[in-house]
């Protein structure tokens, strides 16, 4: 029993780490990331999973360097359509680093495994707040056409905006303004026969 035991758990982890590797091989280095911290999350010190710390460096590497190629496209091409990509691709990269930092420290082989990690602070509020100020353009805009649909789709930027950046202008009395605009109303009339 116990020899079957041992078995089925060094299959089960072997084909963890196999299911992550093939993850960074196809490009899926977030699924790769996470399923190799699911493996770490407990006594990451067993020299069974040293593998997955390998993977995982490798995959935070790849997908930062990705994210980041991406951002730097993006600002070259000055469209503020871009801004809201931009914002989240840096949410991204801080949530990714924070989903990592919790189980550090990491060895392999005795030798601290390190990893880059970079501050976003002042590119978030950059981005959040012209991500924010084109939305509320964009909105103020739609909701002028007096269109029902148009007051529909500011509503929904609105309320991205108040998301993103709660009490951004005055965004709270637009937001209800383009509620109003986009409700179709119906008058209903009951006759009791």
Do not use: H, M, W
């Not at 093939?22 to 899926?28: D, E, F, M, R, W």
């Amino acid at each position: 029993f116990i020899l079957i035991l041992t078995l089925a758990t060094s299959i089960v982890a072997c084909n963890t780490t196999r299911n992550i590797e093939k993850q960074v091989n196809s490009g899926n280095y977030d699924v790769a990331i996470n399923d190799a911290l699911k493996k770490l999350s407990n006594n990451k010190s067993k020299k069974s999973k040293q593998a997955s710390i390998l993977l995982l460096k490798n995959a935070f590497t790849k997908v930062t360097e990705r994210d980041l190629d991406n951002i730097a496209y993006l600002k070259k091409d000055s469209n503020p359509e871009n801004f809201e990509s931009i914002f989240k691709l840096y949410q991204e990269l801080n949530n990714r680093q924070e989903k990592i930092k919790p189980i550090l420290p990491l060895s392999v082989n005795g030798k601290e495994v390190k990893f880059k990690f970079n501050n976003y602070d002042a590119e978030l509020i950059e981005y959040k707040e012209k991500t924010s100020n084109y939305l509320y353009g964009k909105a103020v805009t739609l909701l002028n056409t007096n269109d029902k649909f148009n007051a529909r789709k500011a509503y929904e930027d609105f309320e991205y905006i108040n998301d993103i950046n709660p009490n951004y202008k005055d965004v709270n009395k637009l937001k209800d303004d383009a509620l109003l605009k986009g409700q179709d109303l119906i008058l209903l009339s009951i006759k009791n026969n």
